[in-house]
């Protein structure tokens, strides 16, 4: 049996590509294996070339590839595409019928598997339309896997069409297994076999923003309010599809502005509250941010990241809204900004981002992207039990002690934290202004007054250093002694995880270290971990997804520590382990050597053989 399989799908929009690969994706994790799964799609209904990728594996998978086993063709243009990411000795699956020529898939080093899909399709299940079962059914069986895991996925696929449709796409897989085993089982030199029996496997498949949605679930959150923008409208979605089971109330708004503002009457009124949107939606929503900064409202915002700016690529990746999300809004006011690197990390930030809000009274913004938005990953599920969240809700004032409190209620009330007492309205007692122009401690407008301008603004940013001692340490990994350290935030943590080990397994020492709470920093913990390695010998070099490095100039701002060293993707794209391992090859072809080694390292900041 092979360690891992990599399949890829590619076809025009419309073609099924993205509900097929997740569904082989889905049979996968039925049995027991990790799989992530990714897809690459453009921004139109129909046409338009398209892709899936899933990876499957016994051991843990954090991110795409970039070669492949097995090309699962839908159209001609695919195979041209390609064709030549198949690996020495793989194959590419397409129905007989198409105009491609064999000896082209072969001089690619690839095996040309054609299979009359569409007849077994048309002749077996009555429909053309079954072509996708046929296809992904013809994988699995030139791979040799169970299709009894195909199967389930089918029968829970279409049980709502009914007992005809689906024994039909159950026929019309058989088939097409049966055929595709005969004619190239053999051959085929990759086998993959399940790991656990049908209905034992451990692992959920979920993408980021279901973990995201479920984690905000997990938490607390009763309220959200969104207009729809990708790559964050599966969040809102997620939310809405279980608004009756859970008690949700979803708003879809008639623009960005409006949701924030609903959200953010919620959370004043004690909802745990957010909205999600990208980073066109995040522009319009910024002068209503800058009003919970000085209302102390306890709100959660998801900014889904993609390409700006403007429209820029809406389905598309990229790490280009840190420093927005850190400066959005007119003047200063306390805010915290996470990045999950993982579907985990989205759930439990999900959930965690309530606990902060509410305990600071202040935004929570938490940054992810169309990568791990739309990625699939195995989880386990004792991963995303709710036994894992904990609530939170800081200084919150019961009615009993408002019953029993005998000075008037001063919301904005100074304290050595910054962190004022809070009650919600409705108890006759918790009676205040809720004031977007600068107030007193009870919310009232003082004519501009200079000195309490300064009370109330150090009372606000007071918070941050309270909350930077909570602030979670960066993420090591990899080697003790390392020659070289990437440096990477948010959803880039799985594309640098596997180059990390890519680096190892050639014999050049390297580790990361991954930020996951962005905003406040502090700068100490930090210098501490960073300036520990470089001291030690080791290259630092920045890994992220946008052309300024954005994180690198929040580093050097914070603590002085300049990555100049820097590894950036900005083509809309995720990172993967070879393209960064491609990139450091050009950027220190000395200390990386091809055949796998190091050339030489660097001690107290000087390269040495």
């Not at 090309?71 to 020495?88: K, M, Q, R, T, Y």
């Not at 579907?343 to 509410?358: P, T």
């Not at 397994?505 to 930020?515: I, K, Q, Y």
């Not at 996951?516 to 100490?524: N, Q, V």
Request: hydrophobic residues 40%; aromatic residues 6%; negative net charge.
């Amino acid at each position: 049996m092979t360690e891992e399989l990599v399949l890829k799908l590619g076809g025009k929009a419309g073609q099924g590509v993205e509900s097929s690969g997740a569904g082989f994706a889905r049979a996968l994790a039925r049995g027991g294996l990790s799989v992530f799964g990714s897809q690459d799609y453009m921004s139109r209904i129909r046409g338009g070339h398209n892709f899936y990728v899933v990876r499957a594996s016994r051991r843990p998978l954090y991110a795409p590839t970039e070669r492949i086993h097995l090309l699962l063709a839908f159209d001609e243009e695919s195979v041209h595409l390609h064709a030549g990411e198949v690996l020495p000795g793989g194959g590419v699956i397409y129905d007989e019928t198409l105009p491609v020529d064999a000896d082209t898939i072969r001089s690619r080093g690839a095996e040309a598997l054609p299979l009359p899909l569409n007849r077994i399709a048309e002749e077996t299940g009555g429909s053309r339309i079954m072509s996708n079962t046929a296809a992904l059914a013809a994988a699995a069986g030139i791979v040799g896997y169970g299709l009894e895991y195909l199967e389930s996925v089918i029968r829970d696929n279409f049980k709502k069409k009914g007992d005809r449709i689906t024994d039909a796409n159950l026929k019309v897989a058989e088939t097409a297994y049966k055929e595709a085993s005969r004619r190239y089982g053999a051959i085929f030199p990759w086998k993959l076999e399940a790991a656990t029996p049908l209905g034992k496997s451990p692992y959920v498949l979920i993408n980021g923003n279901q973990a995201l949605a479920l984690g905000a679930l997990a938490g607390g959150c009763r309220f959200i309010s969104a207009y729809p923008m990708t790559p964050a409208s599966s969040i809102f979605e997620w939310m809405i599809d279980h608004a009756d089971q859970y008690g949700i109330v979803t708003k879809q708004c008639e623009d960005e502005l409006a949701a924030i503002l609903m959200a953010i009457g919620a959370a004043h009124m004690g909802a745990r509250a957010m909205t999600a949107t990208s980073g066109g939606g995040f522009s319009l929503m910024v002068e209503a941010l800058g009003m919970a900064g000085m209302m102390e409202v306890p709100v959660v915002i998801a900014l889904a990241q993609r390409p700006g700016p403007s429209t820029g690529m809406p389905t598309r990746t990229e790490q280009g809204d840190l420093l927005f999300a850190l400066h959005a809004s007119q003047g200063d006011f306390p805010r915290i900004v996470l990045a999950p690197g993982t579907a985990e990390e989205a759930f439990l930030m999900g959930a965690r981002a309530f606990n902060l809000a509410e305990k600071y009274q202040l935004p929570v913004i938490i940054l992810t992207d169309a990568f791990l938005a739309n990625s699939v990953k195995t989880l386990e599920r004792s991963k995303l039990s709710v036994s894992k969240v904990e609530i939170d809700r800081g200084e919150l004032v019961s009615e009993e002690e408002l019953d029993r409190m005998t000075d008037r209620y001063a919301r904005y009330k100074l304290t050595a934290s910054g962190i004022s007492p809070r009650a919600l309205p409705g108890h006759p007692k918790a009676v205040y202004l809720a004031n977007s122009d600068e107030h007193t401690e009870f919310g009232n407008f003082e004519d501009e007054d200079a000195e309490n301008r300064v009370r109330m603004h150090e009372k606000r940013m007071r918070k941050l250093d309270t909350a930077r001692t909570e602030m979670r340490e960066p993420l090591v990994y990899g080697s003790a002694e390392p020659a070289m350290t990437l440096v990477c935030w948010g959803s880039s943590y799985g594309p640098v995880r596997e180059a990390v080990e890519q680096l190892n397994a050639r014999g050049v020492a390297a580790n990361l270290v991954h930020f996951c709470d962005l905003w406040p920093l502090s700068p100490e913990r930090v210098k501490a971990v960073l300036a520990g390695f470089a001291q030690s010998g080791s290259r630092l070099v920045l890994v992220e997804g946008n052309i300024t490095g954005q994180f690198g100039r929040l580093l050097r701002a914070e603590t002085g520590i300049s990555l100049e060293d820097r590894v950036l993707r900005y083509d809309g794209r995720p990172l993967t382990a070879t393209y960064i391992v491609e990139k450091l090859l050009g950027l220190m072809p000395a200390a990386i050597s091809r055949d796998g080694g190091l050339g030489e390292r660097v001690e107290g900041g000087n390269r040495v053989a």
